[in-house]
């Protein structure tokens, strides 16, 4: 049986990195055990779907995206902030889904001759 030796020096430079793999392991796992909140703000909306913050609130303002409104009247007047429920953003992809469509060079007519004389032959 072999014995390894290891020196205080060593042990010195890995014990942070051990501490700071613990640290990322006990947050990952308390995000795992963390429920999901089911309404989002725009912001989170738009980071999900990969699009802008004024997309999303165009999306809305189209109808294509529905959203709870919250009104405040506190500071300058009414000011609208929405909520977005998780179902709702799965619902807006369900029906965005389309068939792929051809490729621009599939789509293309095949040329047509303008005459029909036949000036080689």
């Given amino acids: 049986m072999t014995k390894h030796v290891v020196d ?3 042990t010195d430079k890995l014990l942070p990195v051990l ?3 613990e640290a990322h392991l006990a947050a990952i796992r ?3 055990l963390r429920p999901e909140r089911p309404w989002l703000t725009i912001g989170e ?3 999900q779907l990969h699009l802008s913050r004024d997309t999303v609130e165009r999306l809305i303002a189209a109808g294509k ?3 709870a409104e919250l009104s ?3 500071g300058r007047g009414a000011r609208h902030r929405y909520r ?3 179902n709702w953003v799965d619902a807006f992809l369900a029906d965005s889904v389309r068939p792929p469509q051809k490729s621009t060079r599939e789509r293309r007519r095949p ?3 303008r005459t029909t004389i036949d000036f080689i032959g």
């Fill in 8 to 10: 205080e020096s060593q």
């Fill in 19 to 21: 501490q700071q793999i």
């Fill in 30 to 32: 308390d995000a795992a």
């Fill in 45 to 47: 909306v738009a980071e």
């Fill in 65 to 67: 995206l529905k959203a």
């Fill in 72 to 74: 405040t009247h506190a």
């Fill in 84 to 86: 977005v429920h998780r």
């Fill in 111 to 113: 040329p047509q001759l």
